[in-house]
Nanobody
Framework: VQLQASGGGLVQAGGSLRLSCAAS????????MGWFRQAPGKEREFVAA?????YYADSVKSRFTISRDNAKNTVYLQMNSLRPEDTALYYC???????????????WGQGTQVTVSS
């Protein structure tokens, strides 16, 4: 599975962005898809994931929404009410099972930068 993330950018606090992650392969619908992020000097952290259900990090719950379009082999992350602390490089990833741990994800996209100004 090859993943290509896009949609990052610079936005003011309180604004919104939608990230997209396009996947190659015919078995996209069978994979759990996740979003992770890494800020400078910090460890990578889980953001959201979905397969037959959805998981969210507490820090983004009620502000971010993960969704997928299996016909387009694409997973999305709608980010609303963005905060400066959301600034990070955002990665999409694919796994065989739904999980919060990045160790469970075998396939990773290249990352897209999200910068939220105050």
């Amino acid at each position: 599975v090859q993943l290509q993330a896009s949609g990052g950018g610079l936005v003011q606090a309180g604004g919104s962005l939608r990230l997209s992650c396009a996947a190659s392969g015919r078995t996209f619908s069978s994979y759990a898809m996740g979003w992770f992020r890494q800020a400078p000097g910090k460890e990578r952290e889980f953001v959201a994931a979905m397969q037959w259900s959805t998981y969210y990090a507490d820090s983004v719950k009620s502000r971010f929404t993960i969704s997928r379009d299996n016909a387009k082999n694409t997973v999305y992350l709608q980010m609303n009410s963005l905060r400066p602390e959301d600034t990070a490089l955002y990665y999409c990833a694919a796994a065989r099972v739904l999980a919060r741990s990045g160790d469970m994800y075998a396939y990773w996209g290249q990352g897209t930068q999200v910068t939220v100004s105050s």
